[in-house]
């Protein structure tokens, strides 16, 4: 299938945003990914991609989020693609989705592993749902002004390096002593579903 840029969105340093509007619809479910293929030296290449961003379904517009990963095969070419540029894709996959139940959720994520967990954030509008989130300084935060936003997501971003005398939030990687503590404070462990845990994959 062929997909068109309609835009390249600058999250920070390190992270671009595509928007890409494909010649036919398709439905997905919030954690599933698409398929990038590029042709690379006359062989097909394919790298799996997540859908960064919830919509109506079906749709015709996606979105996918991603770093340079300057030693990827794909990531780098894509990090560079611009406006009406035509990619080839495949999807949507994947069995990486939110379980259907009314209990409360917690998520965990580093860096772009968020990605997935975005779809499924904003597709729940209802449920109550923690995102405990870490990443490297501040201004690597993804999506913070509508994680924030969100009325029913408890947003909880931990920063492990670089940390400013202004920041007051959760400082540290993820572990286990983390999530128990918060765990404890928000949610009733009695109608916590099991984490999902997602980190940033190789490009």
Request: some cysteine; glycine content about 4%.
């Amino acid at each position: 299938m062929k997909a068109t840029v309609l835009e390249v969105i600058k999250e920070n340093s390190e992270v671009r945003t595509l928007k890409l509007n494909l010649e036919q619809e398709i439905t997905f479910e919030p954690g599933q990914f698409i398929t990038i293929i590029y042709n690379i030296e006359n062989k097909l290449v394919r790298r799996a991609y997540s859908i960064s961003h919830w919509a109506e379904q079906p749709t015709k517009t996606i979105t996918i989020s991603l770093n340079q990963a300057p030693n990827g095969t794909i990531s780098p070419k894509l990090y560079n693609v611009k406006v009406n540029d035509v990619l080839e894709l495949e999807g949507a996959f994947g069995v990486f989705k939110l379980n259907k139940s009314n209990n409360p959720a917690l998520f965990l994520a580093a860096g772009t592993g968020v990605t997935p967990l975005n779809t499924m954030i904003e597709s729940e509008e209802k449920r109550d749902l923690t995102l405990i989130y870490s990443v490297r300084s501040e201004d690597l935060i993804l999506f913070n002004e509508t994680l924030n936003k969100q009325s029913n997501l408890k947003f909880i971003p931990t920063v492990t390096d670089n940390i400013p005398e202004s920041w007051t939030g959760e400082t540290g990687r993820i572990n286990k002593e983390l999530i128990e503590r918060l765990s404890k404070r928000l949610l009733n462990p009695n109608t916590l579903t099991c984490p999902v845990f997602r980190t940033k994959s190789d490009a």
